[in-house]
């Protein structure tokens, strides 16, 4: 192998070496729980549905991968506290009553709910106006709830939120935890009715494991406190009233951060690389490069001299 052919393989190497694929995905994971029932879009894609719309009230663990060259995270979460046209639950009750809608989510790149999130409202109910005309728990026929609709694409990483609310922040006893869901041989239970609140037939739904859990276990340290570093129960400014909401949470890997920021503090990401930009992917291939043109330089000696 003479020099001349060595400096020709590494010219035509050089121009293959950017080619090879780098590994620039990473897996992160989650717990998310909404009061009642929630569907999780992660960069404009749908990760996951909730497979329970009422109760119980469980948490669900998400797993995804994040492309570190596709810049920016965009968190987008749809939370539906069930409502009925009045606006009432347990309406085929003696008793209806307004439920209180609330959102809780913690991710492994340190991303958690707090008021550094975006809000929107979708219905929101009984409306003042329906009050004024009467309605309440026991007379329901004047009630009525208002419908914003779901902006379009709402989930895309380049939807405009500028205009959306700052979420509101509640204490873990002023959202509270819900009903206990139970798993036994797949199935997740016990169902109940919004409308009646009997258990409800079925009484369970089959699902993973990790689609049933207990959200006291899983989130805010397993101790319920939701303090510190822990996410925070997030809604709109009326817990009761507002019923479907969307949420968003844009974190730029710029500045090295996915955290949100909330009354308590920052939360502060993970640091296992989950924020390379461009430029390191430009160093890995310069690298890659720099330790063919070494090996083939190695080479071409060896056969030079032989």
């Known amino acids: 192998l003479t020099p001349a052919e060595a400096m020709g393989i590494v010219a035509f190497a050089w121009l293959f070496v950017p080619l090879i694929p780098l590994d620039t995905a990473v897996t992160i ?42 810049g920016s995270k965009v968190y987008a979460i749809l939370c539906q506290d069930y409502a009925s046209d009045s606006g009432y639950e ?3 009750t003696n008793s209806p009553q307004l439920g209180d809608g609330a959102l809780l989510a913690e991710f492994s790149d340190g991303t958690t709910t707090t008021s ?4 929107y409202v979708v219905t929101f109910g009984p409306t003042d106006a329906s009050i004024s005309s009467g309605c309440s728990a026991s007379n329901l026929s004047p009630c009525a709830i208002q419908d914003n609709g779901v902006p379009s694409n709402w989930y895309a990483t380049d939807f ?7 979420a509101t922040e509640y ?5 509270g935890w819900g009903r206990r869901p139970s798993y036994s041989n797949g ?7 919004p409308i009646t609140k009997q258990t409800a037939s079925p009484s369970s739904i089959a699902t993973s494991q990790d689609a049933c859990l207990d959200p006291r276990s899983v989130l805010c340290g397993g101790d319920e406190t939701c303090s510190g570093t822990d996410g925070r129960f997030i809604w709109g400014a009326d817990m009761d009233r507002d019923n ?16 949100s920021t909330s009354s308590a503090g920052s939360v502060s990401t993970s640091t ?7 430029a390191g992917n430009s160093s890995a291939v310069c690298f890659c490069k720099s330790y063919l043109l070494s090996a083939v330089l190695l080479l071409a000696g060896i056969g030079y001299h032989a």
């Not at 550094?116 to 809000?119: D, I, R, V, Y």
């Not at 405009?160 to 700052?166: C, P």
């Not at 204490?171 to 959202?175: F, I, Y």
């Not at 296992?272 to 461009?278: A, D, E, F, K, P």
Request: proline residues 2%; aromatic residues 16%.
């Open 29 to 70: 994971t989650g717990h998310i729980y909404c009061d009642n029932y929630f569907e999780f879009y992660f960069n404009g894609q749908q990760i996951f549905t909730d497979p329970l719309d009422f109760t119980p009230h469980n948490a669900v663990k998400v797993s995804f991968d994040y492309d570190e060259t596709s």
């Open 90 to 92: 347990y309406t085929s």
């Open 116 to 119: 550094a999130w975006k809000s």
């Open 244 to 259: 479907k909401m969307l949420f968003r949470f844009t974190s730029s890997d710029s500045s090295d951060s996915a955290s």
């Open 171 to 175: 204490t873990a006893s002023q959202a």
């Open 160 to 166: 405009d939120d500028s205009s959306w609310a700052s």
């Open 187 to 193: 199935m997740c239970g016990t169902i109940t009715s």
């Open 272 to 278: 296992v690389g989950l924020s390379t930009s461009s």
